[in-house]
C-alpha cells in the first residue's frame, strides 16, 4: 500500500491490500497469542498474585490478588500447571522468533516505514478528532488512499508492535532464572524478578484489550472483506471509506479489479 | 433491519467466543495425541540449547545485599519428611547423618555435616523462583557441589548427577537429578545453612541442593544420597526427577 500513490483506486475495486510477510505473521502470531494468554493464564492460577520488586511470596505484600481464571479460558482447561507451561513456553518462542522475522523482512520491505510511520499532519488534534468522528461514523479508510492506514490503526500497531509484543517477551525472559544468569541485565530493566512478572501481566492486558478492539472494528469494518484481506492479500475498497450498516462495504458501479503497483 | 443487524453482529460475536471455547478445547486433545505432544515438548530442548547457547558455562545466577532477603523465606513441597528414619536423625540434630556420595565415582564418601562444614565454604544471598511464580530471597552456605565430586574422584562415565532425599512421595523418595555443567557450576553448593542458621526442616535439613540458575524444584530438600550417573534410564521412570517422571515438569526447569 503505498499512500502517494497517483492512482487511486476507486470504490469497489479489488486491491492488493497486505504482503505476504504481513498476512503470514499475523496467522502464526494470533495462534501463539491465543495459547500463550491461555497456557498464561493457568500458570497465574499456581499463584495468582502479583508483587513489586524482587521477590514475592505468600508472606509478602501482594499488589493484586488476580482472580482464579475459570476453565473455558485456560489451557488446558483443568489446572495443570506442567501442561500449561509446555504450551507457554513452546509458544514463547514462535512469537518471539516470529516477531523478530517479521520486524527483519518489514523493515527489508520497507513496510514499517511506508504504513506504520506517522506523520506530524496525523498527530494534530484537529486530524486526531477528524478522524475519530469517522470512526464513530464507521469510516475508517481516507477515500484519498484507501490503502493507507488511519492513525489510530497506525498508533496502536506501533504500540502493539514495538511496545507491548517486546515489552512481554522481555518480561518473559526476565522471569527466567537461566536468563537471569544469561542477561543479567533484562532483569536490572524491570527492577526484579516479581516487577518483570507483574509487567508480564499488564502487557497480556494490553494485548487482550488490543485483540478485542481489533476483532470489534475488523467486524465493524466488514469481516469478511478484512478477512479475505488478511488471507489472500486482495480487499476491496469501500465507497468514500464508508461501510454499511452491518459493516460491509457498499459497493456501486462497476467493480473494478484494480492493480495497486 | 437494525434487528437484523443485531442479529448478525450478534452471531459474529457469538461465533467469536464458541470458536474460542472449540479452539482452547482443542488445544487440549491435541496435547494428548502422542505426536503433537512430543512437537509440544521438544520446546524444552530448545529453550534449553538456547539458553546453554547462550550463556557462559559458569554465568552466576545475580546475588543481592543482605538486606534484600525475603523477611519470611517461604517453605513449599514437603516441609516434614515425617519418616521414622528423619525423625531418628533429626531427634540426634542430624549427628548421625550421612550424605552418601556414590555412583560413577572412584572414593565412595560418606560426609558428616561436619565434614560439609569443613570444606572450602561458598556463601550466596540468592533467589529462589517457584515453578508457581513466587520468589523469595535467602543467604545460603555450603561447600561447592564440584568440590565434593572432585573428593569422590567423578568418573568420565559420569553424565548425570542423582540427588536421592529423605522425604517420600508415593512411598519412594524424592528425587532430582542435573547435569555436569550445573553440577560444575560455582553457585552450585550442598547448602546447610539458611540466613546463617542450620537449615530449618521445612527448608531441607540438614543439607539441600542448590543450584540457582533453574527452578525451585530442582533444589533437591533432606539430601541423603548423590549418585553419578552415565544415564537417567532405569532411575524412577527415567525422566530424572520425581515432577519429572509424573506430572511433565521439565528437566530443565531454566525458565
Known amino acids: 500500500m503505498d499512500a502517494s500513490s497517483p492512482d487511486i483506486p476507486p470504490p469497489g475495486a479489488l486491491i492488493r491490500r497486505h504482503g505476504l510477510a504481513t498476512r503470514v505473521w499475523h496467522w502464526v502470531n494470533a495462534v501463539a497469542i491465543f495459547v500463550l494468554i491461555g497456557s498464561g493464564l493457568g500458570i497465574s492460577n499456581a499463584h495468582p498474585r502479583l508483587y513489586w520488586g524482587v521477590y514475592g511470596a505468600n508472606f509478602d505484600q501482594a499488589w493484586w490478588q488476580l482472580p482464579r481464571f475459570p476453565a473455558w479460558i485456560t489451557i488446558p482447561a483443568s489446572y495443570n500447571l506442567a501442561i500449561s507451561r509446555r504450551w507457554h513456553l513452546f509458544f514463547a518462542l514462535v512469537l518471539g522468533f516470529g516477531l523478530l522475522a517479521y520486524m527483519i523482512w518489514s523493515l527489508v520491505d520497507r513496510h514499517f516505514q511506508r504504513d506504520l510511520t506517522l506523520r506530524r499532519r496525523e498527530l494534530t488534534a484537529r486530524h486526531l478528532w477528524a478522524d475519530f468522528r469517522a470512526h464513530l461514523d464507521f469510516r475508517f479508510h481516507d477515500p484519498e488512499a484507501p490503502r493507507a492506514y488511519n492513525v489510530f490503526q497506525k498508533l496502536s500497531y506501533v504500540g502493539v508492535l514495538f511496545v507491548a509484543l517486546p515489552l512481554v517477551i522481555l518480561t518473559g525472559i526476565a522471569l527466567s532464572p537461566g536468563m537471569n544468569a544469561a542477561w543479567p541485565w533484562v532483569l536490572d530493566l524491570f527492577g526484579g524478578r516479581q516487577s518483570a512478572r507483574s509487567v508480564h501481566f499488564l502487557c497480556m492486558v494490553a494485548i487482550a484489550a488490543f485483540t478485542v478492539v481489533h476483532l470489534a472494528l475488523v467486524i465493524l469494518a466488514g469481516a469478511g472483506n478484512e478477512l479475505r484481506s488478511m488471507v489472500t492479500g486482495r480487499w476491496r475498497v469501500p465507497p468514500d471509506g464508508q461501510v454499511d450498516a452491518v459493516g460491509d462495504p457498499v459497493v456501486r458501479g462497476p467493480v473494478v479489479t484494480g492493480e495497486p503497483r | ?255
Open chain 2, 1 to 255: 433491519m437494525s434487528g437484523g443487524v443485531i442479529g448478525r453482529r450478534g452471531l459474529i460475536g457469538g461465533g467469536v467466543v464458541g470458536a474460542t471455547g472449540l479452539l482452547l478445547g482443542g488445544c487440549d486433545r491435541v496435547v494428548q495425541a502422542p505426536a503433537t505432544r512430543r512437537i509440544l515438548f521438544m520446546g524444552e530442548e530448545m529453550q534449553m540449547g538456547l539458553q546453554r547457547a547462550l550463556m557462559d558455562r559458569d554465568a552466576l545466577a545475580p546475588e543481592y545485599r543482605p538486606e534484600q532477603r525475603s523477611p519470611i523465606f517461604r517453605a513449599n513441597g514437603t516441609r516434614d519428611p515425617a519418616t521414622p528414619l528423619y525423625e531418628a536423625l533429626r531427634a540426634g540434630n542430624f549427628a548421625d547423618w550421612r550424605l552418601i556420595v556414590g555412583g560413577l565415582v572412584a572414593r565412595p564418601l560418606a560426609l558428616s555435616l561436619a565434614d560439609l562444614g569443613a570444606m572450602p565454604q561458598r556463601a550466596q544471598i540468592t533467589r529462589h523462583d517457584c515453578v508457581e511464580g513466587w520468589s523469595a530471597v535467602g543467604k545460603w552456605q555450603g561447600p561447592r557441589l564440584g568440590d565434593v565430586l572432585r573428593a569422590g574422584g567423578l568418573r568420565d562415565a559420569a553424565r548425570f548427577i542423582v540427588f536421592t532425599c529423605a522425604d517420600l512421595y508415593g512411598g519412594k523418595p524424592y528425587y532430582e537429578s542435573i547435569d555436569l555443567v550445573d553440577a560444575f557450576h560455582p553457585q552450585t553448593i550442598l547448602a546447610w545453612a539458611l540466613n546463617d542458621r542450620f537449615l530449618p526442616v521445612q527448608n531441607g535439613a540438614p543439607c539441600r541442593l542448590r543450584v540457582e540458575r533453574q527452578l525451585g524444584y530442582k533444589h533437591a530438600k533432606y539430601l541423603m544420597r548423590i549418585d553419578a550417573v552415565a544415564s537417567l534410564d532405569g532411575i524412577g521412570k527415567g525422566k530424572g526427577g520425581y515432577w519429572e517422571d509424573n506430572v511433565d515438569y521439565d528437566w530443565y526447569a531454566g525458565i
